[in-house]
């Protein structure tokens, strides 16, 4: 009898026989695609892309409490108990300076309505850090509180006065030793200056790198200071921001909670007006906003208007307020349920509440095409 052949493991067997550790070409093949899709798939989740998405934020009831705390409180006058709703609308932005969204995150941006991805430097100019973003988007906050303040009492027919300041000082200014937050800015150039805007265009006229004189008052003294000026995202600055203070009359204070930017002044200032005024401006209805107020009651545009929207809509409410400026946004993207009215003022947006109060909100102006 002739001897059967000993197969080793690792070894090819006689005829007929396969090694049960060796694989096919084809499975093979099959290994190193799987191999492929996971790095691929892992490398998308750590690698960067320059954009920002943006999804609807939740809302906040300004007449309410945040925290277990009123988020509109007054002192020195009296208030009237109100109901309803005057929401301020929040966005979401993932990605920016210090942050990275990932392809799935531009995937799912780009399939889902309610989102938006648009280019990074579109809302964060190139070279701008994290913390200068954090920085200007909590001294924005803090001056549209204040416009808003100021445009509710003078509304009410108290007298206000307008002082502009240094708001805050960047950590990394070239001249922070010298500037102080509270100052307030006279002159630039040996110029007066009557609001933030002539102060910029001013110190803007300069090169970056070269010295802007500044006459500050501070407390009760009258400081001059050669502040060194720098570049900024394309634009020349001190490394300031600047905000607007006001002589109350009484004490009002809001509290957002870690909400920043300027864009919720419009409803802030409906709601200090309706705790001041007697009776519920709303009529007990929930009405949802959005724009930024100036200390003339221009109501201006804000960014993520068809976030916002998505956001009043899925918070309950029925009725939003949206800046002029943003109409051609929210043409077509305007949730089912929705009624949306253009705003130009804050008369136009306290007359809008009071005619949506009383059941006449089919005469309201709308953005149309």
């Known amino acids: 009898m002739t001897p059967s052949p000993i197969t080793e493991p690792g070894q090819r067997g006689g005829p007929g026989h396969s090694d049960p550790y060796r694989l096919g070409r084809r499975s093979s093949a099959s290994l190193i695609g799987l191999f492929l899709a996971i790095a691929l798939g892992a490398l998308s989740t750590l690698v960067g892309l320059p954009y920002v998405v943006m999804k609807p934020g939740p809302i906040t009831n300004t007449l309410g409490q945040l925290g277990g705390k009123d988020l509109i409180t007054v002192a020195g006058a009296q208030t009237y108990p109100t109901e309803g709703a005057l929401d301020f609308t929040t966005v979401r932005v993932s990605g ?9 995150d531009v995937l ?12 990074e430097e579109v809302y964060f100019p190139k070279g701008v850090t994290d913390k200068q973003v954090e920085e200007e988007s909590t001294a924005e906050m803090i001056d549209s509180q204040q416009e808003a303040i100021a445009v509710a009492l003078k509304a009410t027919g108290q007298k206000v006065t307008t002082h502009t300041v240094i708001g805050q000082v960047a950590d990394d200014a070239p001249s922070a030793a010298l500037l102080k937050a ?6 630039v150039d040996g110029k007066t200056v009557d609001g933030p805007e002539s102060i910029r265009a001013a110190i803007g006229t ?5 010295t802007v004189q500044l006459r500050l008052k501070r407390g009760s003294e009258t400081v001059d200071v050669a502040a060194k000026t720098r570049d900024s995202g394309g634009r020349v600055t001190v ?41 519920a401006l709303t009529g007990g209805k929930k009405i949802a906003g ?10 201006g545009p804000i960014g993520g208007i068809r976030q916002k929207l998505v ?6 409410a029925k009725f939003f307020l949206a800046p002029a400026d943003n109409c051609d946004e929210v043409v077509d993207h305007v949730p089912d349920g929705l009624t949306v009215v253009r705003i130009s003022t804050f008369d136009e947006a306290k007359n809008s509440v009071e005619a949506i109060a009383a059941g006449r909100a089919d005469s309201l102006p709308t953005c149309t095409k």
């Open 96 to 104: 920016g300076p210090g942050y990275r969204v990932t392809v799935w």
């Open 108 to 119: 799912k941006g780009a399939i889902d309505p309610s989102e938006e991805v648009v280019d």
């Open 182 to 187: 509270g100052d307030e800015v006279l002159a």
């Open 206 to 210: 300069h090169t970056a790198g070269e």
């Open 239 to 279: 490394g300031v921001f600047l905000g607007t203070r006001f002589d109350f009359p009484i004490d009002v204070k809001i509290d957002a909670g870690n909400v920043g930017g300027p864009s919720a002044g419009t409803m802030f200032a409906l709601g200090v007006y309706d705790r001041l005024t007697p009776g």
């Open 290 to 299: 959005t724009g930024t107020i100036d200390a003339a009651g221009t109501v």
């Open 311 to 316: 956001g009043a809509h899925d918070g309950g």
